[in-house]
């Protein structure tokens, strides 16, 4: 939600608790969907860092601006590649998990390399207000290894092959939602590019919020 702080803020608003309603109905009625039914809650956490860099920025105080950024960045490329091929692991059978440990790996990977460095490096990561969008500027280490366009293409198959392959149906649909989101993101608006909710993914999350709080009581999982 890159349009403006209070649009990040009320996204924030509606989603942290809304996120939290869900991952209490998914306790009661099947814990193995808890991580998934969180999204929408680090998600929310996400869109408040973005509207904290808005009033950081807007107010004159670059440094707030860079911690906001970082914490943003924190979510983007650490929360998100691990966070969600683990979800799906404790949702599929015991049979098909060790792939999903797989990408979770490669993600803390990834997200190890892609943001240490701006911890270390305080200009790597460049923040820059537009009338309608925040526009992250880095400097990546694997620019020199891989290029730009394949860090991305492993960023983006870390974190929405584990939903398309998932058993379970909600995961899917909602991997194919963010699949949805994230080409809108890159056709339209590719120097933001690592907010890849940006405009679409309150609304996916909503869908998950929708669709966990209609799961039935847990049965027994399959081996």
């Known amino acids: ?16 608790p809304t996120g939290g309603f869900t991952v209490a109905t998914a306790l009661r009625r099947d814990p193995r969907y808890a ?24 107010g004159g105080d670059p440094e707030g601006a860079r911690l906001y950024s970082l914490a943003y960045m924190f979510f983007a490329w650490v929360a998100w590649p691990i966070w969600l091929p683990v979800s799906v692991y ?8 060790a792939a999903y440990l797989v990408f979770a790996v490669a993600g803390a990977a990834l997200g ?20 309608r969008a925040i526009r992250y ?11 730009r366009p394949m860090t ?3 960023y983006v198959t870390i974190i929405i092959v584990p939903l398309l392959l998932s058993t379970d149906r909600t995961a899917r649909v909602f991997g194919s939602l963010v ?13 933001a590019y690592i907010s890849v909710f940006c405009f679409g ?3 996916a999350s909503l869908y998950l919020i929708w669709a966990l709080s209609r799961k039935p009581a847990a049965s027994p999982a399959p081996c």
């Open 152 to 154: 991305y293409l492993v």
């Open 1 to 16: 939600m890159c349009l403006s702080a209070p649009v990040s803020f009320a996204a924030a608003a509606l989603l942290i």
């Open 90 to 97: 404790f949702i599929e059978p015991h049979r098909r998990r």
């Open 201 to 203: 993914g309150a609304a």
């Open 179 to 191: 699949a949805l989101v994230l080409a809108v993101t890159v056709g339209f608006f590719q120097w």
């Open 35 to 58: 991580m998934l039914a969180a999204l929408p809650i680090l998600l929310g956490l996400q869109q408040l860092m973005e509207g904290f860099i808005w009033v950081a920025g807007s």
């Open 112 to 131: 190890a390399v892609q943001f240490i460095p701006y911890l270390v490096h305080e200009g790597w990561l460049q923040v820059t207000l537009l009338p």
């Open 137 to 147: 500027s880095d400097t990546e280490l694997l620019d020199a290894v891989i290029g």
